[in-house]
């Protein structure tokens, strides 16, 4: 990996300067140039050498090596389907059509639906793993797929996204707000509610989504913070990190951080909350910054590094993504931002990223960071990956626009 980032601060900069490591100084007026150049590389001097064909080849050599390992379509839990969001981004910038197959075939497998009772009477949101909990947003992803699919294909068959139609519009027609209960729903069924917007130009996907929206804000969202607790149990100070710290699960923000990303991206300019979800973006933009690991990552409590200390990938690459996407987008000040997501792209690249393609360091499921679980280089899960993609198709596309 040919990256290179380059950061000069001021104290090191000085001691050099003192110490005479930079030359010294016959007179003021020879200082004085040496003084604007110091300033200029100390707000930040990055140098990128990678090109756009080293990403293009990062992304084939996780892909090729994740489907090669799991040829057989999985089903349309949240796991499996948040991997071909990635697989998506993968195929739109690589154009691949062995990524495009791949999907294909696990969507037709999973019969271009989620859970699949078709009694509406018994459908639940809560927590559960069968086909009656249709309204619950573990089962609800993989309609962000089936939409892709369907506006990639020349021909477009209703068939592929009846069911995403009916399961959303049903959920719409009922009066109860709740349906986003954990931090994690927020990036499994916006960007749905938002790519059927785009594709039926129905406004009462954007309303909902934005009544939902409001509801797990009230029970998730830390407004001094500007970060999400997974859900209401882990709401500080009910509930604590190790050292009695608040306690924000880094792929739980990864989720929401992304799923903001997503839905801003998919939004028309004059939507009526679209500045509203931007400026929640940029808040978690800020917060998040500040809590980066010197060594480019973000601990699993990210507020308490000690908590559950080293490296984690799913959470680092969905704020990779974020920070990238919204640099791409105009959204993030690029002075400001790029070198946080230059730093976490290098941990992605040069630590996650394994020399046969896997990605290591993915805690694996739950739902909090937990002090002592082994997270390590053999540790990987189809989430991350999807994850891993979707920040690599960023920095593709971050290459592109230089």
């Known amino acids: 990996m040919n990256l290179k980032v380059l950061f000069f601060s001021r104290i090191i900069l000085m001691c050099l300067l003192f110490n005479g490591c930079l030359g010294s ?3 003021s007026s020879e200082t004085e140039p040496l003084k604007e150049e110091i300033l200029i590389e100390e707000e930040g001097s990055i140098l990128i050498e990678d090109s756009k064909e080293d990403v293009i080849s990062i992304i084939n050599k996780v892909n090729t090596y994740w ?4 040829p057989n379509p999985g089903n349309a839990f949240w796991h499996v389907s948040a991997y071909h969001t990635g697989n998506m981004d993968a195929y739109t910038v690589t154009d691949n059509e062995d990524y495009f197959d791949y999907s294909l075939a696990w969507a037709n497998k999973n019969q271009w639906m989620g859970a699949k009772s078709q009694n509406k009477s018994e459908w639940r949101y809560s927590y559960g793993e069968t086909d009656a909990y249709v309204l619950f ?3 609800q992803i993989c309609f962000q797929t089936y939409i892709d699919l369907y506006n990639f294909s020349d021909e477009k068959d209703g068939s592929k996204i009846a069911r995403a139609r009916e399961v959303m519009e049903y959920q719409m027609s009922t009066n109860k707000n709740d349906y986003w209960w954990w931090a994690d729903g927020l990036y499994m069924v916006m960007p749905v509610m938002t790519k059927l917007y785009k594709l039926t130009g129905n406004e009462l996907y954007l309303e909902k989504l934005e009544e939902y929206l409001t509801y797990a804000n009230s029970i998730m969202y830390d407004a001094e913070s500007k970060l999400y607790y997974r859900d209401a149990k882990y709401v500080y100070p009910k509930h604590k990190s190790a050292n009695g710290e608040k306690d924000f699960w880094a792929r739980g923000d990864g989720w929401v951080f992304a799923g903001y990303a997503k839905i801003i991206q998919d939004m028309p300019d004059n ?7 931007i400026n929640r973006f940029k808040d978690m933009a800020i917060a998040l910054a500040d809590a980066q690991q010197q060594d480019g990552y973000w ?14 990938t799913s959470g680092t690459a969905f704020f990779t993504y974020g920070f990238l996407w919204g640099i791409n987008n105009d959204i993030l000040d690029k002075d400001s931002y790029l070198p946080v997501a230059i730093k976490s792209w290098d941990y992605l690249t040069n630590t996650a990223l394994q020399d046969n393609g896997a990605v290591g360091y993915v805690q694996p499921i739950g739902e909090k960071a937990i002090p002592g679980q082994v997270v390590n280089r053999n540790s990987t899960a189809d989430f991350g990956v999807g994850a891993f993609l979707l920040a690599s198709c960023e920095m593709y596309r971050f290459l592109e626009k230089q």
Not at 271 to 277: D, H
Not at 301 to 308: G, R
């Open 67 to 70: 489907q090669e390992n799991h």
């Open 25 to 27: 100084a016959s007179s």
């Open 299 to 312: 601990t699993r409590s990210i507020l308490d590094p000690a908590h559950a200390p080293g490296p984690e």
């Open 137 to 139: 947003g573990d089962w």
């Open 271 to 277: 939507a009526t909350y679209k500045q509203k979800y």
